[in-house]
């Protein structure tokens, strides 16, 4: 299969951005009312609630709409597109709930959930402590998101059976997000930072996360999760890696501007990634102790960043790391030529794999 150019990835991506956009104010504007008639104090919350699930990429409702789509789903079903939107819930809960754990600073350039609630504590004067607050309240805020996924998806319009057939891959996200959640969390207390664990962790928080399930989920809704489930896992699991792995290498070398994170955040939060595994795996013992030892510092210095930098490139790490990336991505286009996939929908999930693996942000 041939690779797709930027402006027809990006066509893929956008197909149902604005319709997902348009599901999900909607939603948040007739929930909006019913948490204010709870308190006009809930407005804050909102308002965070509302910053988080108002940005971000659409690449897990794309990828179920393309599942559905695969499947021999209709164009612009509007019950598709809201089972899909719910999705992003699902995701505004991962993304809040991760910055607490990983006490960021920023998320897309603007104040993580906890800092802004934080500071919502502190231009108040309230009793008790700011951090604290905004800890607690992002954490409820991030509940809300999920309680919220499931009610959209519940209420997206299809059919009770068809409902209950999209819930094996639609609780399964849920389950190996939080446990690949739980997986990272605990590597970083670890500190093993070996390929295979970076790998494993890969697997639940992101590639099953973003794309294999919302490609499990499409097929389902479309009554063919059982003939395409096995085409979408060898589609999505290795984009889903090569994804990650561009994410990390973006946490590292991207673009502040760009990312809307500052350079070398990953190095700063410690990240045990599959570029820190390969540059500890290929650097000479007093390199890879220096690595180890800079790695997760909160205050790390300009000059140690650099010097992390020039390692991980110096010792092959990123050269092996993209040299992965196009081999996840060509293992995905690969699975693209199964007779069971709807024709129309190959061109679309090739253009995915050039979104989610060249980019910049």
């Known amino acids: ?23 999900l104010s909607s939603f948040c504007a007739s929930h909006r009312e019913r948490l204010l008639e709870i308190g006009e104090e809930l407005a804050p919350a909102m308002d965070s609630l509302e910053v988080m699930v108002s940005a971000g990429k ?8 393309w599942g559905w789509r695969g499947a021999g789903g209709a164009p612009g079903d509007e019950r598709m597109v809201r089972a899909a939107a719910s999705l992003e819930f699902l995701q505004a809960c991962a993304l809040v709930h ?30 008790g402590d700011s951090d604290g607050f905004g800890e607690g309240a992002a954490i409820l805020i ?3 998101c999920l309680a919220w996924s499931d009610e959209m998806y519940q209420g997206s319009g299809f059919s009770p059976d068809t409902l209950q057939a999209g819930r094996p891959p639609f609780d399964a996200m849920r389950t190996e997000v ?32 973003t794309v294999e399930r919302p490609l499990h989920l499409g097929a389902a809704l479309a009554g063919r999760h059982e003939e395409l489930s096995g085409v979408y896992t060898d589609y999505g699991i290795p984009l889903g890696i090569a994804f990650q792995l561009r994410d990390d290498v973006l946490g590292v070398f991207g673009d502040p501007g760009t990312t809307g994170k500052p350079a070398g955040d990953d190095l700063r939060e410690g990240k045990r990634t599959l ?87």
């Open 178 to 209: 939080m446990a690949g959640q739980y997986l990272d969390t605990l590597e970083q207390v670890r500190g093993t930072a070996t390929r295979d664990a970076a790998l494993r962790v890969m697997r639940y928080k992101s590639a099953k996360y």
């Open 58 to 65: 659409r690449l897990r409702p794309t990828f179920a709409y």
């Open 98 to 127: 991760d910055d607490v754990i990983d006490n960021s600073d920023t998320r897309r350039g603007r104040p993580a959930t906890h800092k802004r609630m934080a500071g919502l504590h502190a231009d108040h004067g309230w009793n």
């Open 142 to 144: 991030g509940d809300l």
């Open 275 to 361: 570029v820190v595994a390969e540059t500890l795996a290929r650097s000479g013992a007093a390199d890879a102790e220096r690595f180890r030892s800079l790695l997760g510092a909160p205050d790390l210095a300009v000059e140690a960043v650099e010097w992390m930098c020039s390692l991980i490139e110096s010792s092959g790490a990123l050269a092996a790391c993209e040299s992965m990336v196009t081999e996840y991505a060509d293992q995905a286009l690969a699975a693209l030529e199964s007779p069971e996939l709807e024709a129309s929908a190959r061109g679309p999930l090739g253009d995915l794999v050039v979104a989610a693996t060249r980019r910049s942000h």
């Open 1 to 23: 299969m041939a690779v797709s150019t930027t402006s027809s990835a990006t066509s893929a991506v956008s197909v149902i951005r604005s319709d997902v956009d348009r599901e």
